[in-house]
């Protein structure tokens, strides 16, 4: 991604208190971590425990704390700051506004919107966009090819990126990020085995974002048998995760990479579900809970619980278990041995 | 999903022989559990161990088995039916039916079918779908943005969700549901490594659906190497499932969220594969077999096999381990403390 | 999918050398695994060890080794070959080009570009593709509702099969391969918690696949926090994999379905990661590392070391410890008899 920042510039973004060591003639066109950032590059010391790779770093420019005292090499330049990471973040936030200038507002000639539906004139609706009849659309962007159902609500300020489906019925709150590809309000997965089949059972609930939730590529979001799926204020959701029907998430939820939540499953507020991780159907995990990557739930938390492996043991222990679980090869034949002590032990004893 | 019944619509629906106990003036607007419901909600009684739920539900009307005794609140209604869930599903399915009226027959005119693609006259053709080549569509329904591969069949009365893609000569059976999202005849995974690189395999073969078979939202089914990958009449697969080139898939299977089934394994009929779960390759799983949710299974399983864990013990055995796992830090002690006890009692031994 | 193929042509692709035994008059319509095929059916000796199954086959033609002495049946017709894997392998190969052939050069009336895209003239854009503004694409080949983000850059002879998504800024290289569905460019998964929510860190890098790359079906590849995600050379990866941001993988990688690569971990060349295996973040995977099946990595691994497991064991101690954990109920019991054993010993031992 195409940039080009002057020094000036950058000590514009980082504020007034920076202060300048050496020198660095020419502009800045990346941005790199020390032992990776080249020639032309910005680097930073965020984590005091790289500080050693200062010294190699062939960044031009290096945002430090102020508490480093080494001096730069010719032809960089060191600026420190109070807060590098904080400085950093500045930095990016203003790049990300020129590599990514407001959408243009409109309907491209190519969408297609029902005429029973209502858009707003702030919102920006991208090539081949669909959306339904009797569906709302706030001052919302939509990139390419999304699908917005019938009677479904975007809220305003809510980014939807290319080719996501939104279903019929399905609201979307205020200041969400849909990433590509996710589907929110797909069917849920309810069947009765009946007359020698599962039929089918009748998903005539929808789905609910807060507001300010972000949703990752490829993620499915099933829409509640009945009333709705909630995802609540803030909780933010990671690639190709599972969410299944009634499922109530709470606020300021994390929900990683290809986790999977069954369903009417509930979770309070700022729980942590790791990579991988699945919890099952019908259960309540209290807020602040820690569910570890890779582990399956099958039973209520409560708050603040912190659990790892497929059992959902509680953390200490499970990392206790799998450490014996490497000595249990040496623990076999210590006990081979005891039982032959023990032997031995009882023959002389008898014949003692 | 908004929707109004009156009383006398219920009634209606859930049949003639329903008992009306106590008076609620007014229409039905929703349908929530016992806990969650709020006046102008539906509620009822499905399963026995919620029946003290009963008495402190909100909602304006509960549907009740004949054998509830309790009186209801004022401006609550009780209505007791022989069989409180298939009421439910009864007016559920009323209220799919007017939230859902049957697509509006005909190509959108966003829409591009190729000149030598055959679609019904009785079919749907959403916007901006595109029909490729030679294929066949019966009196199926498209959504929005689906794309049909040429050569490509389709069956009278599937649903194919938004942004579906089946690929070139797949074919898809009659009554099948496909959400959002899902992929039909994506290229098998198959290489040689040869000439230090590893070389695509042709996949030439394709994707069979047979009669009702459901695929979930960002689901794949491969194509096969050669012939085709094939899923059973009535096998349900929910979302984000990945089934590999040549898989076999019997009748009435249920493959659940986020399972997983390499390339040329075979699935007997009714089998069930919780959520998370993985087969591996090339292997037999007879009829009736259950996989537990997160289990990942690399040897063949016998009929009505019920398996868990990563490597797919039987369930009793894998559930005493998880038991007996616990107590293996305790363990550990209880060992240190018998080789001490047998140490010393050797020594007596030796000595007494 | 549909293919007739006459035995002289089938002679002609295998070579010269093939020797013919039997006689099959008409032609081959399909190909089948020995147990599999079918009268019209062409099937072959791959793999020795099913050897004895070649005698039972209903396949109307057999590719054989030179080694096999049975002689065929009643309108059957052996051809044996130096080599029976990379004669199918040609014939797989001709019969792909029959059923694929190339795809039409220019842009589909329906697609839209930019007028600040440069298409190569060489290019097939399918119906509904969106092409964005800076955009550049080489000779490839993208079928229907492909999303291309600006300033993206495509190579030449790569494939993008129906509905990929292929983000802003993004850069993809000579020869891939994307299947359907599949996102290159979601945003990184990245936040800072502050002021009581988790607020979104800018997500400035794009994602870089280098040459012959294959991405499999709804598979998502996240932008990096600034630099490239990056995918090297020749790496295949599978269905619904997910990739974090800044991830990078080197050559030659397998990266096989619902497998999962945290943030800014590096793999090195060669390195295999098996089925729903994860990988924890800011980790160093070694060239030829081997991860099974439903592993969970939480440390950086050796080159060409081989784990498994929920912890990332080695493999040979993984397995021990499984057969091992299946004898831990009879362990337990053991212990319970020498706790009473040594118990009595100690009795007697006193008494004595």
Redesign the interface.
């Known amino acids: 991604?195409?940039f080009t920042y002057s020094i000036q510039r950058i000590l514009e973004i980082v504020g007034d208190d920076a202060q300048c060591f050496g020198e660095y003639q020419g502009s800045i066109t990346?941005?790199?971590?020390l032992s990776?950032a080249v020639a032309g590059d910005l680097s930073f010391l965020g984590n005091p425990k790289y500080r050693e790779l200062v010294a190699d770093s062939a960044a031009s420019v290096v945002l430090l704390p102020l508490d480093y005292t080494e001096a730069p090499k010719a032809k960089q330049l060191y600026i420190k700051v109070e807060n590098p990471s904080y400085a950093l973040?500045l930095l990016?936030?203003d790049?990300?506004k020129s590599?990514?200038p407001p959408a243009e507002v409109g309907v491209?000639p190519?969408a297609?919107v029902d005429l029973d539906a209502v858009v707003s004139p702030a919102a920006s609706v991208?090539?081949?966009c669909?959306i339904?009849k009797g569906a709302v659309v706030g001052a919302a962007v939509l990139?390419?090819?999304v699908?917005i159902?019938k009677?479904a609500k975007i809220g305003d300020e809510t980014h939807i990126?290319?080719?996501v489906?939104v279903?019929?019925?399905c609201e979307i709150g205020p200041r969400n990020?849909l990433?590509?590809?996710c589907?929110i309000g797909?069917?849920g997965?309810g069947?009765?085995f009946t007359k020698?089949?599962?039929q089918?059972?009748?998903?005539?609930?929808?789905v609910v974002t807060e507001a300010?939730v972000?949703v990752?590529?490829?993620?499915?979001i099933?829409r509640a048998?009945?009333?709705s799926t909630v995802i609540g204020t803030?909780t933010?959701i990671?690639?190709?995760v599972?969410i299944?029907h009634n499922v109530r998430i709470g606020k300021?939820c994390?929900i990683?990479?290809?986790s999977?939540i069954?369903g009417s499953t509930e979770l309070g507020d700022g729980v942590v579900l790791a990579?991988?991780a699945?919890v099952?159907g019908h259960l309540k995990i209290g807020d602040g809970a820690m569910i570890a990557?890779?582990a399956?739930v099958?039973h209520s938390l409560e708050p603040n619980a912190k659990v790892r492996?497929?059992?959902g043991?509680p953390m200490m222990?499970y990392n206790?278990?799998?450490v014996?679980?490497?000595?249990?090869?040496d623990?076999?034949k210590?006990?081979d041995k005891?039982?032959k002590?023990?032997e031995s032990?009882?023959k002389?004893?008898t014949h003692?």
């Open positions: 991604m195409p990346g941005i790199g971590s990776e973040a990016c936030r790049m990300e590599l990514q491209h190519t297609f991208g090539p081949f669909y339904g990139e390419a090819h699908s159902g009677y990126f290319s080719q489906v279903g019929d019925y990020r990433q590509p590809s589907v797909s069917d997965y069947y009765e020698g089949a599962h089918r059972v009748p998903q005539i609930g929808n300010d972000d990752g590529a490829n993620t499915s099933d048998r009945f009333g803030g933010k990671d690639n190709l599972q299944a300021h994390l990683i990479g290809q999977g069954s990579g991988q699945g099952a990557g890779g399956g099958p492996g497929p059992t043991e222990l206790r278990i799998m014996l679980q490497r000595r249990l090869p623990l076999f210590r006990f005891v039982e002590s023990i032990l009882a002389r004893d003692g």
